[in-house]
């Protein structure tokens, strides 16, 4: 079966640092592969989405970028966060074929920036 | 793109009433509609799914309803209990391009006991 990984579950960094967290999955191959931010008692936005290796697609303009090293790791990176970055980073996947419409979320980072 | 609104934002009832969330989208290429059941401080979970091609869909206590025409679908939860306590949200995709699901703004239902 497919399980989805994300580290750390939590994270609390200064204004200006660096950050990275991590997405893995595993049991599936070739997955669409997205990183979603929840700001506290907001809805999920999507922030960047991956149909495969090195191929990126970002949704909102903003400090945060991502990458996609391997076909079941994905990165979400930041070279100097911002107060407006704290949140709960969803990581979510879904298989590459014409009926897997279902997305299944990670169990989430969060991100508090001071 | 699509934009998915939803309502109420917050909803209360007693136990053992119904309770009813109503989502719009605007994409009218969007076919495949989920919905997601978030606890506090968890990574939301699918609870139902509809595709475009199915007006209706029911699981034991929670149905999904689709009207392609008005572009609208709705989330029910027959007798209610307070573990369904928890923020919903209905989302929208569509199976060509970016597949991601856009989603609504959630609704908070509370099941008073």
């Known amino acids: 079966s497919q399980t989805i990984h994300q580290w750390p579950a939590t994270l609390v960094q200064p204004v200006g640092s660096p950050l990275s967290l991590e997405c893995t999955v595993e049991g599936t191959s070739n997955p669409n592969l997205y990183w979603y931010r929840q700001a506290a008692g907001r809805g999920l936005q999507l922030l960047f989405y991956s149909v495969g290796i090195g191929q990126i697609s970002s949704e909102v303009p903003q400090n945060l970028s991502a990458s996609r090293p391997q076909d079941r790791q994905f990165i979400l990176s930041s070279k100097k966060l911002l107060l407006s970055d704290s949140g709960f980073y969803l990581c979510?996947?879904?298989?590459?074929?014409?009926?897997?419409?279902?997305?299944?979320f990670g169990p989430g980072t969060r991100l508090t920036v001071l | 793109g699509e934009n998915v609104e939803q309502h109420p934002s917050t909803l209360s009832v007693q136990e053992g009433d119904s309770a009813v969330i109503k989502c719009t989208y605007s994409d009218s290429a969007s076919n495949y509609f989920p919905w997601y059941k978030q606890e506090l401080g968890k990574r939301p979970q699918l609870i139902i799914d509809?595709?475009?091609?199915?007006g209706e869909k029911k699981d034991q206590r929670i149905a999904v309803t689709l009207n392609k025409t008005a572009k609208h679908f709705s989330l029910h939860i027959t007798e209610t209990q307070p573990e369904d306590s928890a923020v919903y949200f209905c989302a929208a995709s569509r199976d060509t391009g970016r597949r991601a699901l856009t989603f609504g703004s959630g609704t908070r239902l509370q099941v008073q006991p």
């Open positions: 509809i595709r475009s091609n199915v």
């Open positions: 979510a996947w879904r298989g590459p074929g014409a009926n897997t419409d279902t997305q299944y």
